[in-house]
């Protein structure tokens, strides 16, 4: 069992910047491929980003691409999403997510976190 906590979600003006983070107990954190994911009011859930177990490899949707970068410290048992220039769309809940493979499809994992609200004023 892995338990995922996410923090760092909070209210910011566009053109911001917020770093989210995502802490696991459990098992052994880098045993798992990470993903980040947001769902706003309304929509699915969609991929932002992905990391490979030993973080060689990094994985982004395009409406992000540039602006987000996700990395993880397998030492704090935490990966990071470090967003910036923000822009109003960005704005849902975002979640942490783990598998063993790393992959974009939200279905395709286990573990999830309870979410954390980012909101982003225009």
């Known amino acids: 069992q892995v338990q995922l906590v996410e923090s760092g979600g909070g209210l910011v003006q566009a053109g911001g910047s917020l770093r989210l983070s995502c802490t696991a107990s459990?098992?052994?954190?880098?045993?798992?491929?990470m993903g980040w994911f947001r769902q706003a009011p309304g929509k699915e859930r969609e991929f932002v980003a992905a990391?490979?177990?030993?973080?060689?490899?990094?994985y982004y949707a395009d409406s992000v691409k540039g602006r987000f970068t996700i990395s993880r410290d397998n030492a704090k048992n935490t990966v990071y999403l470090q967003m910036n220039s923000l822009k109003p769309e960005d704005t849902a809940v975002y979640y942490c997510?783990?598998?063993?493979?790393?992959?974009?499809?939200?279905?395709?994992?286990?573990?999830w976190g309870q979410g954390t609200q980012v909101t982003v004023s225009s």
């Open positions: 997510a783990s598998r063993l493979v790393v992959s974009t499809t939200p279905r395709e994992y286990y573990y």
């Open positions: 459990g098992r052994t954190f880098s045993s798992y491929a």
């Open positions: 990391i490979t177990r030993s973080g060689g490899s990094t």
